[in-house]
């Protein structure tokens, strides 16, 4: 049966030459595929975060920096005796096992993956649990480097705050070798300057066997910290600002009205930063919650009816035109009728004869409704433009432009426009550039806010516009605002200072809700050669002769007693 | 001269002696770089069984011992009581009772078993008058299903197919008539379904991830990828010995015994391959040579049942490293770490040199 031997040999030929083409396939034709899948068998990248850069104060105190914190969570696949751990873990950290359940509850994913109970912990209680935790199968105790505010919720709206990329921002950053989880400025400086304060991200380049243990070293690539972002404005001053509202809503800006730097820019209610840091779970929906929003940066977004401080705008326009001079009288009887609607000054009982000085200082309502009106709309609405009102003042983060009335107004509502009624919208950064202008002789500045990146100083840009108004207009609008001030008769006595002469001028504009107008006061100091420029909101704060001014004479007596 | 290299070719088939001596050689350099990272001593432990063969092979090619009917039925009897023993006191390892501990080595019964039913097989079937009748067809179905059922219960699929193909090559050489064949193939098409109910759930598991591997990547399915991976990173010339990461960091497992044939791949690339199915085209075609050049019947179908013993489990190893063929435990001839294996192949081919030397004589 030779031939069948044949036969099987030829048989042993075919099968020699099928292995042969399924190894050219294999290893010639797909062989940099397998390659490659070899490659990412065995080789990881174990991401090195970089420290993120530090920002901090114009004096150099630290406004953001990094810390290690501990945060507390449970396998869920490990956890054998829950309620024991939850007993225990409530014991130690001091927070109620029903709301350590509930937090596990919500994170909870995957079985394999933590879920956090505890954003984080002191470090004895850290070192207390690690200790314990061999008792508790499930329980973690992971160390974590996150941002830290040492401030709290000072600055908050300016720093701004980290959270994971979004969705439309992660392609871009991906291409700058972020890592998924790595936290990116969502808000504010951090935002604004996050490829300064990222720095660059290393990495250890790994061998791993079959079991992704660690099997030598590759290469190693230095994280590159972040850079430093020195900002413009003075802790110690936003401070005092925010803890003077205290639980008033409102904003505070403070300029320096010959540079245009931010000293302070306040919004309260604020938040803490730092609860995105260490991803506060309860903290964060509790913001995103709150009716009086306290994610709102008020100070720059918050457009608020002025109601009298409009009155210099106003004063100005119609010195400008010529219709009256600081002397001219106007009688307020208490209300001025036109058409057939009554408008009542503040003052039912009427100021009687006043000059401008005295109008401004009393806040004569029926007088600049008067002048307000002998100006007219169109000549109106120029100066308010030319104060930069209606358009962004160049703050490089969020801002509203506010709102300037484009129609034809009614005489009546022209006189309401007069006295910042009606129609109009501003924000405490306008009006902050506003009385820097009137301070400053007519520069229209740009608010800025980082004074160095990377150690850098960064270049001030040039006034962007000039208000024309004459030496005369000026110096009568400044006698009016400071005898708002110094009179014991004057809205704004309050900001009456023994250590500094203060310029203001207070505003309370009615709102929808009865009896709970805006509060506010725009000033500088000291009036012979403005060091600070400033402008007060308080949000349904009463009248802006009370907290506003208070608050900027505290502003003031802080100038004073300190070289800014 | 011509008297001396006549003589010389006459002591031993020295291509068939030379393609075996590459194929342990190649075996010995494989075995060093995949032992290093699973037992240094392997590989020396490789090497003394590599010389107890040679040396058992040199002792059988100047005897006649593949005539000795009465040994083969020995040999057979005592193979089918160990393989008996094998369960009932044999060692566990890998979730499969393959073992039997003597004297502080373990041997595999299946690997004598092997040779003993080739030598048997040859021996009956040598006496049938040609074309095979249906009986003889039956009684040598049963002295091959015998071990194989007996490795089937180990269990050991892959080693209960070896002595089907043997039995297959054996009858088919020795005359069996085309429609026995057809029949038997045919009936065995319709048990298969029935055949898929005696199988473990990890031989399931097995052939359901070679249709799809990656069905359980981590599972049954990693070997399968993990050496297709191991063998298609080595693209033309390799990674270099000692340096496949496939290999060296543990990724393929089995890699001295059935995976060793990826290790070569991954390290010496398509050309070290082309090299090892080379030599073995050589050994087989060579042995093929003395099963024609032989006039004796039983020395002939002997020699063939050699051939199909180690070309199936050759195919059937290489084909399933690289994906073409489900992963069932069978080593690769001459190469994968195993001391019955290489002992008894190296005995085999021995014996396949008495065969020889009868004919040239």
Known sequence: MSHRIVQLQAVLLLACGLLAVRLAHLQLLRGAHFRRLAEQNRLRLIPEPPPRGLITDRQGRILASNQTIFRVALVPQDLEEASAVFANVSALVGRPAQQLQREYAIQRSLPFLPATIVASVPKDVALQLEQERWRWPGLLVKPETVRRYPRGESAAHLLGYLSQPTAEQWPRLKSYGVHPQQL??????????????????GGVMVEVNHRGRQVRVIGRREPEAGAPVRLTIDAELQALIE???????????VLNPTTGEV???????????????????????????????????????????????????????????HLINPGTTYACPGSLTIGDRAFHCWNLDGHGPLTLPEALMQSCNVYFMQIGRRVGLAKLRAALDAMGLGRR????????????????????????????????????????VIASAIANRGSLIEPWVVKAVADRPMTQRAPSHRVRWATETFEAIEAG????????????????????????????????LAGRPHGWFVGFCPVEQPRVALALVAEHGGSGGDLPAAIAKAICEYVAATDL | MTNLSRAVGRLLDWPLVGAGLGLVLISSLAMSSAASTVDPTLTFRHTIWILLGLATSLLLAHTSTYRWSQAALVVYGVSLILLVLVPLVGTMRLGATRWLSLFGLSLQPVELAKLATIWLLSHYLAGQPQPLRLRPFVISLGLASAPAGLVFLQPDLGSATVFGAIWWGLVWVAGAPRKFM??????????????????????????????????????????????????????????????????????????????????????????????????????????????LDTAEPQGRLFAIGIVVWIAYQAFVNMGMVMGLLPVVGVPLPFLSYGGSSMVLLWSALGLLQSIRRSTVL
Not at chain 1, 184 to 201: I, K, N, T, Y
Not at chain 1, 243 to 253: D, I, K, L, N
Not at chain 2, 233 to 244: D, E, I, K, T
């Open chain 1, 184 to 201: 990116v400025g969502r808000m504010g400086v951090e935002r604004m300057f996050d490829d300064v304060l990222r720095g660059r991200a």
């Open chain 2, 182 to 291: 057809s029949w038997l193939a045919g009936l065995g098409l319709a048990l298969l379904p029935l055949g898929w109910h005696l199988l473990k759930d990890y031989q399931r598991d097995r052939l359901l991830v070679f249709v799809n591997p990656h069905v359980d990547p981590l599972g049954a399915g990693y070997t399968v990828i993990q050496s297709t991976i191991a063998i298609g990173s080595g693209q033309l010339w390799g990674r270099g010995w000692f340096a496949g990461t496939q290999n060296q960091l543990n990724f393929l497992p089995e890699r001295h015994s059935d995976f060793l044939f990826s290790v070569i791949g991954e390290e010496w690339g398509f050309f070290g391959c082309l090299v090892v199915l080379a030599t073995f085209a050589v050994l087989l075609l060579r042995m093929a040579r003395i099963a």
């Open chain 1, 481 to 512: 605002m400071r005898r708002v001030v110094s009179d014991p008769a004057g809205t704004g006595h309050r900001a009456m200072s023994a250590h500094i002469s203060v310029a203001g001028k207070t505003g309370t504009a009615q709102t929808h």
């Open chain 1, 263 to 321: 000293l302070a820019i306040a919004s309260r209610p604020a938040f803490a930063p730092e609860a995105f840091a260490v991803s506060e779970a309860s903290a964060i929906r509790r913001y995103l919650n709150d009716s009086t929003a306290p994610l709102m940066n008020r100070a720059a977004v918050g457009a608020y009816q002025p109601g009298s401080i409009m009155k210099l705008v106003t004063a100005a326009a119609a010195l400008e035109q």
């Open chain 1, 243 to 253: 803890q003077s509202f205290g639980t008033q809503p409102g904003a505070g800006v």
């Open chain 1, 393 to 432: 003042t160049g703050w490089l983060l969020e801002e509203h432009t506010g709102h300037l009335p484009k129609r034809r107004l009614t005489e009546g509502e022209v006189a309401l426009l007069a006295i910042g009624q009606g129609e109009i919208l501003v924000t405490a950064l306008q009006e902050a």
